[in-house]
């Protein structure tokens, strides 16, 4: 067959280019509603209709007390994010008909945290923004009064920023982050990120104390769990997680850790694997919480003794100089 008849074959297809579709919306009005509800609004849309497109919709056709956040409807302010079946997306650039194929004709849409929604999907930020301000999301550089030129950057040197830069602020990861749920000091993905921006930006002079700050206890990098859901939440594929990973070196090569428990026991997890390519619990334990906070966990040891779980004697495994060489490649040695 030519490729001329596969042309007009797939001409007679038909192609779908409208359909009906349910937004499922949760509505609540803090100041006059003691629980949230979902509304459902049916419409038609056309294959290029965006989710914003819908509410707006919504608002000036159905009804008119519908709250959301919206400004550049370019996926660049980050003030439309809100969660589409669970997942975060940018109403401004998700497109209707494929969200459809991914979850159904009918979308469940929901503010970014519902505990804090002050109407519909508009969400109280205070929190997002003072963690963010916390980590002073701003160039530290001294540029003099009046400089005769823009202080510009070599476009190698961004590929350090590794895309930390494309961060809208939206606070998808944030609100998705579990650590921020159970932990009000803790300064969640999206400040993090914006910190290492900072500190890997060449132009920053400050990156020794910002690398202390976010390395406080309860409220920085190590609190982190790795749990990975800043990567799945981020609309603009930022993986906010990459970044603290990146902070956490970066702080042992500039030397500014502080002597916390997770950072001796990443440590020792890393000297133990180099000792003889063999996780040492017990050493492991003994170096993160010191003699007397091992001493709490003797049961558990015994526990582990008993099952064969701690390397007792193993020694060293074969062809450790492969497992040295796998470490050393993954520390990185680049210095700021
Ligand atoms: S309206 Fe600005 S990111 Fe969607």
């Not at 990975?228 to 850790?257: H, Q, T, W």
Request: hydrophobic share 40%.
């Amino acid at each position: 067959m030519s490729d001329r008849i596969i042309v007009k074959a797939l001409k007679r297809l038909p192609i779908d280019n409208e359909r009906e579709i349910t937004l499922r919306i949760f509505r609540f009005n803090a100041e006059f509603d003691a629980l949230p509800s979902y509304q459902d609004f049916t419409l038609k849309i056309s294959r290029s209709q965006t989710l914003l497109d819908a509410l707006n919709s919504v608002k000036s056709g159905a009804d008119a007390s519908l709250a959301y956040r919206r400004s550049c409807r370019h996926g660049i302010c980050g003030s439309c994010a809100v969660f589409v079946e669970n997942q975060a997306v940018l109403a401004c650039k998700a497109n209707l008909f494929e969200l459809a194929d991914r979850y159904g004709d009918t979308l469940r849409i929901d503010p970014l945290d519902k505990s804090l929604a002050i109407k519909d999907l508009i969400v109280d930020k205070t929190r997002f923004w003072e963690s963010y301000r916390a980590v002073k999301p701003w160039l530290e550089a001294s540029v003099g009064d009046a400089p005769k030129s823009e202080n510009l950057i070599a476009p190698a040197a961004t590929e350090r920023l590794d895309g930390a830069d494309a961060c809208v602020e939206c606070g998808a990861c944030f609100y998705g982050c579990p650590v921020v749920a159970a932990n009000g000091d803790f300064l969640g993905p999206a400040a993090l990120a914006k910190a290492y921006r900072f500190v890997a930006d060449i132009r920053d002079q400050n990156a020794p104390d910002r690398l202390r700050f976010i390395d406080r206890v309860k409220a920085g990098a190590w609190d982190c769990v790795k749990c990975y859901k800043c990567r799945e939440a981020c609309p603009k594929e930022v993986s906010p997680i990459d970044k603290i990973l990146r902070l956490r070196e970066m702080g042992f090569e500039r030397g500014v850790n502080s002597d916390s428990v997770a950072s001796r026991h990443a440590k020792s997890f890393k000297n133990s694997a180099f000792k003889s390519g063999r996780l040492d619990e017990a050493a492991s334990v003994i170096e993160s919480l010191g003699i007397f906070g091992a001493l709490r966990h003797m049961r558990e040891a015994f526990a582990m003794l008993r099952r064969g779980k701690l390397p007792i004697g193993a020694g060293k495994i074969d062809r450790l100089d492969e497992v040295r060489k796998l470490i050393k490649s993954a520390s990185r040695k680049e210095r700021l």
